[in-house]
């Protein structure tokens, strides 16, 4: 038994591969698990796409598990992209790697704001997700809810969520007050009306800002979002008048094309110099790149961008990253204990079911000869030679279990297979 | 106690390196040395520039134009550490300290000779116009000085904003661009109105003043003043007429022009006066 992920995330693959690798709704990511199924039956599969990474999990016997070329193959099919534009950014973990890796995904110290809480809950998606299209098993399910106890004790025993850690409020926080003093006088724009949109506008408002206009294609969930965050919700159609206005633009949409280009941005900017906050949240990303260049006072940041200010959260918390890690470290290897030890106990049932065949063979054989006996004594012999069996059987199957504790016991079970002729 | 111009200096360029060292390592002790030297500062400028008063016999301001411009400085270097008490952000005492430092060096160039206070028999009327001209333009000139440094840390901080290093190697904040912007403009307003008042202060002085009647309205001081307020004024307006219509950067980088050139001006002219002692003598 093993687990192994093949991934793509922001350490190795720059946003413009991560959005065209990108799963941009839960029934996209549920068709990618169903086509994982029908390719790799005899695996269990989970597929986990956010805005950071894409990965997809396999569980099973080792030679059941996709590789990374055949997951390459399978995301360039899906996605339409040639391996050869991505094959490089892909990276690939095995057994206590790949256990580890999700156990730091899920305690979001593989994110790119540390302790930010959404991880869970995107993990929790994914895993959902695979449960529904039956595309995971015994083995993804032990994993994925070690994976969510490991990230709440992780919560609790450290601070590694305190203070300001989502990309939203680092955006605003950070960013956001660098340009603006103040945001009880400026005009926000937000474009989408999904949870990042609306946790940002949250950060906003804490940070004094009123006068929210929320555009999105969706008028009903726009205009929920709009009563949620005290806005005023106006159809999308109208987004070059409200951009030409915005002070602070919001943008966090599951568009699969960008929604802003450079010619509509710049014809809706028209003359004006005003400073313009612009944060594009989505990925893929909602705003032209090259809109950032088209004047001097228009700042637009995509999520990449907020990496270095991530990079100096994660300086700072240092040492709970590293208390983090030892529990994740603690709880990596307990788990792989159970799949080494679970690996096992085929070979050990075999054994004992050998064993315990043999004793009552010759417990038959030894009472067909002592009639006379009486039936204390008849059980008293039974007892004993059970425990002769028992006794003779603790010691290989102790030096079995050490054994699973560091690795998996392959020779071992080898070896008691070959020595006591236990068939596969 | 003998107080010289290298103490409070030697301050200030040690709070200074310690200030650069804190955009490398964020250590909280580099604040405290920071607060320490510039204090440590401010007290012997403090005592220097007594001393040098009670010599003279005269206020600070008008004993010699070399103690003028490190009242300035003074006065640049006191906002540096309440700034700096008030708020933490390194990107204070980078942006004033090397000012303070460039103000004192340049108060070096006009030493001229030690001041006696017998050559300063004023009349208390003269003696005020003086003390309320020199102030004037004192407090005009530290508002450009502060426009000057606000204007640079805008240009600073844009540049950062617009290449996404929001953070690099250091962990050094600032202030936000609209607050900078904000703090160039009511800079700039109060040097218009400090430097306006003070050149009439001085007309003033020259008129009640029979020591200065040898003023004239052609001496480089005062053209050179006068020029510096009228392009300081003309900046002024076109910067309230161009609103939120022009680019932050450009009226960051014009007000760094403006006020680096009314700067030298200013200050050239008082190096090459050879900062005589006389109160006649500030305007050669």
């Known amino acids: ?424 | 106690m003998n107080v010289t111009v290298f103490c409070f200096f030697a301050s200030y360029v040690v709070a200074f390196a310690a200030e650069s060292a804190r955009l490398v390592r964020g250590w909280a002790a580099l604040r405290v040395v920071v607060l320490g030297f510039i204090a440590a500062g401010v007290f012997a400028h403090t005592l220097f520039l007594l001393r040098q008063s009670s010599e003279a016999g005269l206020p600070p301001l008008l004993s010699s134009a070399q103690d003028w411009i490190l009242v300035l400085a003074w006065v640049m270097s006191v906002a540096g550490l309440v700034l700096a008490l008030l708020d933490d952000r390194p990107a204070i005492g980078i942006f004033l300290i090397p000012t303070v430092l460039l103000l004192i060096g340049a108060s070096l160039l006009t030493a001229g000779p030690t001041p006696s206070s017998t050559e300063y028999e004023l009349t208390l009327a003269t003696k005020r116009w003086a003390i309320l001209h020199a102030a004037l333009i004192l407090f005009g000139i530290a508002a450009v000085l502060g426009g000057l440094a606000s204007s640079l840390m805008y240009l600073a901080q844009h540049r950062r904003l617009k290449s996404k290093r929001l953070t690099p190697a250091s962990d050094m904040a600032m202030f936000s661009l609209e607050q900078l912007a904000r703090w160039n403009r009511y800079a700039m307003i109060s040097a218009v109105i400090l430097l306006a008042l003070g050149l009439a202060a001085g007309a003033a002085l020259g008129a009640v003043s029979e020591r200065v009647t040898a003023l004239s309205w052609f001496d480089p001081l005062v053209l050179a003043g006068s020029a510096g307020w009228v392009g300081l004024t003309g900046f002024l307006l076109w910067l309230l007429r161009s609103g939120s219509d022009m680019s932050g950067r450009i009226i960051a980088t014009r007000t760094v022009l403006v006020c680096g050139l009314l700067l030298v001006t200013i200050v050239g002219v008082q190096v090459l006066a050879g900062g005589r002692v006389s109160l006649s003598g500030w305007h050669s």
């Open chain 1, 1 to 424: 038994m093993d687990v192994g992920v093949v991934y793509c995330n922001h350490h190795s693959a720059d946003l413009s591969v991560r959005e065209r690798l990108a799963f941009n709704d839960r029934d996209q990511i549920g068709r990618a698990c169903e086509s994982l199924r029908d390719s790799f039956p005899a695996a269990e599969h989970v597929v986990l796409s956010t805005c950071n990474r894409v990965e997809v999990y396999s569980a099973g016997e080792q030679h059941d598990l996709p590789g990374q070329d055949e997951v390459a193959a399978f995301l360039s099919d899906f996605h339409g992209v040639p391996v050869r534009e991505f094959a490089d950014e892909l990276l690939e973990a095995r057994g206590p790697d790949a256990v580890r890796h999700l156990f730091e995904v899920a305690c979001s110290l593989d994110s790119m704001v540390l302790g930010e809480p959404q991880i869970v809950a995107q993990v929790k998606q994914a895993y959902d997700e695979a449960l529904t299209r039956a595309a995971c098993g015994p083995l993804t399910n032990t994993l994925f809810q070690m994976a969510f106890r490991v990230s709440a004790r992780v919560r609790s025993e450290t601070s590694l969520a305190e203070g300001r850690v989502s990309i939203a409020s680092v955006a605003v926080g950070e960013f956001g007050r660098s340009i603006f003093s103040r945001f009880d006088d400026k005009r926000v724009v937000v474009i989408g009306a999904g949870e990042m949109a609306e946790e940002t506008v949250r950060y906003l408002a804490d940070e004094g800002a009123k006068d929210v206009t929320v555009l999105n294609r969706n008028a009903e969930r726009g205009k929920a979002l709009a009563d949620r965050v005290g806005g005023t919700y106006r159809p999308f159609s109208a987004l070059e008048t409200y951009l030409a206005a915005a002070d602070v633009v919001v943008s966090a949409t599951g568009s699969a094309e960008p929604i802003v280009s450079y010619e509509r941005f710049k014809k809706a900017r028209d003359c004006s110099r005003h400073q313009m906050f612009v944060l594009d949240l989505g990925s893929p990303r909602d705003f032209d790149p090259r809109i950032a260049a088209v004047d001097d006072g228009v700042f637009l940041y995509d999520i990449d961008d907020l990496k270095s200010t991530c990079d100096r959260n994660r300086r700072r918390r240092h040492r709970e990253v590293e208390r983090a890690r030892v529990i994740i470290e603690d709880e990596s290897r307990k788990f792989m204990q159970q799949i080494y030890h679970r690996a096992t106990g085929p070979v050990v049932a075999r054994l004992r079911a050998q064993w315990d065949e043999i004793r009552r063979d010759e417990v038959k054989l030894l009472m067909s000869r002592l009639e006379t006996t009486s039936p204390r004594d008849r059980a008293a012999i039974e007892k004993s030679i059970e425990r002769i069996v028992n006794k003779l059987l603790h010691p290989p199957l102790e030096v079995l279990r050490d054994e699973a504790r560091s690795g998996p016991p392959t020779t071992l079970v080898s070896a008691l297979q070959r020595l006591f002729k236990i068939s596969d």
